[in-house]
């Protein structure tokens, strides 16, 4: 198993553990279905092609770099998790993955919910039409306006996050006339890493209410005295890009161990639990990522056998996939514009984006693929770094990956599984203009953000 750097690990890390990039692909122009959007493939002249359209055709148009996204992708991945929760559970998709008013109308209409952490995210939602009911809102500390601007707009679930926010928004409804919905997001002491998980009896982290001390206990009996609250559940969230459904496991048995608690003390049985999002993709051929149908099964027989045991009703789950559903539906077309090689190192390929679009391997140590998009080539293997255009050595957007020898300055090269957190994370530093986003489908292309412009840059600038 290759090594996968868990976000919080390693930043920057020079040394690669051994065997990392020891061998490159049997076969440089093949796409692994497994990291690519679902309707890319190569035309016969070798062109990436993605829902009909050639690359090279959407970088004209559109110019480099760009996402682009296959919307019949998304659609398809929300459906997909759809169908498998079923009726009885709710699935709300984590905008701060990648938000848009189209990913709003799609998500709209593929029903689900979905899950905003900011007044920026609420408005983006609302503006485009999602009823106020099916939106939940999350964060560690939201602001008393934006607590406000949703009670007033009614959406269905406010997660509170500390003691504070209970009493605050127990106010804001109380003052509103209103009875808020909320759920209480707990630690559970449970650390998903990518292939593995850690119990423990703390969690050292600044979101949710410890269960360890029975604080998270306390929390519930202060939102159940208070008349604005209607708690309808328990909320656990327990990490990111996680392969290993036992953390999940754990999870849910001490959430269901809280429920327990709660109805023994205060003799109610809580309708709902939300276990949250965190579900693996493949950024490259090594991860395995489970399909929604086996989550959706192994979560629903993990929390009713601790029902069960615990002889509780078994709640309504909640899910809140954001990188399962929009991860894969989107690559990065670039356009090289320098290769450097480094001899007995490395070739340097720099690209004409880099951390402004791409964050996550500087941030994170994350790992990504990359291909050759504009032609095939039969030139021999090449071991590459691809950077980007900033003033910063960490500027990397893949670590290590193989290109073909022959690349030069004007190919196109595509970067797969960049549909969460990169234009979400994206920044404007340098003053680089943030990327556009292209949707497209059954041979059509659609801007659903634009291009940023130098225009746009100096609009904030006041002088
Ligand atoms: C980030 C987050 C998610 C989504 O995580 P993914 O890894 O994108 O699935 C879901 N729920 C909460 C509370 C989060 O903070």
Request: glycine share 8%.
């Amino acid at each position: 198993m290759s090594r996968s750097a868990h976000p919080a690990g390693p930043r920057h890390a020079d040394v690669l553990p051994e065997g990392h990039y020891a061998a490159p692909p049997a076969d440089l122009n093949a796409l692994d279905a497994k990291v690519w959007a679902q309707t890319v493939t190569r035309d016969a002249d070798g062109v990436l092609t993605v829902a009909g359209l050639r690359v090279t055709d959407l970088a004209e148009q559109y110019g480099t770099p760009a996402y682009i996204l296959d919307e019949a992708d998304f659609r398809s991945r929300a459906r997909a998790w759809r169908t498998a929760f079923g009726t009885d559970a709710d699935v709300f998709y984590a905008g701060k993955a990648f938000l848009s008013r189209a990913v709003v109308r799609w998500l709209h209409e593929e029903a689900l919910n979905l899950d905003v952490c900011s007044g920026g995210e609420l408005a983006t939602a609302l503006s485009a039409g999602m009823p106020a009911d099916r939106i939940a809102f999350h964060g560690n500390n939201k602001s008393t306006e934006e607590i406000r601007r949703a009670v007033e707009a009614g959406v269905g679930r406010i997660v509170l996050d500390s003691f504070q926010e209970i009493v605050r928004v127990a106010h804001i409804a109380q003052s509103l006339g209103k009875r808020q919905r909320v759920q209480i997001r707990i630690t559970v002491g449970v650390e998903a890493h990518t292939h593995e998980f850690i119990a423990t009896a703390h969690e050292d982290q600044k979101f949710g209410i410890p269960l360890a001390g029975g604080q998270a206990a306390e929390a519930v009996r202060r939102a159940l005295q208070l008349d604005g609250l209607e708690l309808i559940g328990i909320h656990s969230h327990i990490g990111s890009q996680i392969f290993d459904m036992s953390g999940f496991e754990v999870a849910a048995h001490r959430v269901v161990g809280l429920l327990k608690d709660i109805r023994d003390e205060h003799g109610v049985e809580l309708p709902e639990i939300d276990l949250g999002g965190g579900l693996g993709i493949a950024y490259t051929s090594d991860d395995d990522p489970r399909e929604p149908h086996e989550i959706a099964k192994a979560l629903s027989e993990i929390v009713t056998r601790e029902c069960e045991a615990a002889r509780l009703a078994t709640p309504r789950i909640s899910v809140e996939p954001g990188r399962a559903i929009v991860g894969p539906t989107a690559f990065t077309l670039y356009e090289v514009g320098t290769v450097k090689p480094l001899d007995g190192l490395r070739t340097y390929v720099s690209v004409d984006g880099g951390m402004s679009d791409n964050i996550r391997t500087a941030l994170y140590d994350a790992e990504y693929s990359v291909a050759l998009a504009s032609r095939t080539s039969d030139a021999e293997p090449m071991l590459s770094r691809v950077v980007g255009k900033h003033c910063e050595s960490g500027d990397i957007v893949v670590r290590d990956a193989f290109l073909p020898a022959d690349l030069a300055p004007g190919d196109l090269i595509a970067v797969p599984a960049t549909g969460a957190y990169c234009r979400s994370m994206a920044s404007n530093y340098n003053h680089v203009l943030r990327p556009p986003v292209v949707a497209v489908k059954d041979g059509e292309a659609r801007v659903i953000v634009r291009r940023e412009t130098e225009e746009d840059l100096l609009r904030l600038d006041v002088g």
